[in-house]
């Protein structure tokens, strides 16, 4: 069964960085590509960024400049730098394959929160 492992999360204050990690059970990025999920608490999870199977990047209006994905498929994981962190980035953070033939699997994601 595919499985998920997030880290990274943390307390961070206004205007630093983390980086988040997702290690994947099997090689699957490389395939069905991944993607970076949120969700605050009272709202819905929300797609972050994304990177294709091919490897093309797409990100949200709301972390574009400041997020950056990648991946290393050999290792069957997947990172997003987050630099600039506001306040409203505070959420927990999910990782996910773009494509999903197993049906709809989540991790127990990685707390970030931004705060002074």
């Known amino acids: 069964q595919v499985q998920f492992v997030e880290s990274g999360g943390g307390l961070v204050q206004p205007g630093g960085s983390l980086r988040l990690s997702c290690v994947a059970s099997g090689s699957i990025f490389r395939i069905y590509g991944i993607g970076w999920y949120r969700q605050a608490p009272g709202n819905q999870r929300a797609w972050v960024a994304l990177?294709?199977?091919?490897?093309?990047?797409t990100y949200s209006d709301s972390v574009k400049g400041r997020f950056t994905i990648s991946r290393d498929s050999d290792k069957n994981t997947g990172y997003l730098q987050m630099n600039s962190l506001k306040p409203e980035d505070t959420a927990v953070y999910y990782c996910?394959?773009?494509?999903?033939?197993?049906?709809?699997?989540w991790g127990q994601g990685t707390q970030v929160t931004v705060s002074s």
């Open positions: 996910n394959t773009l494509v999903r033939p197993w049906g709809d699997i």
């Open positions: 990177i294709t199977g091919g490897g093309t990047t």
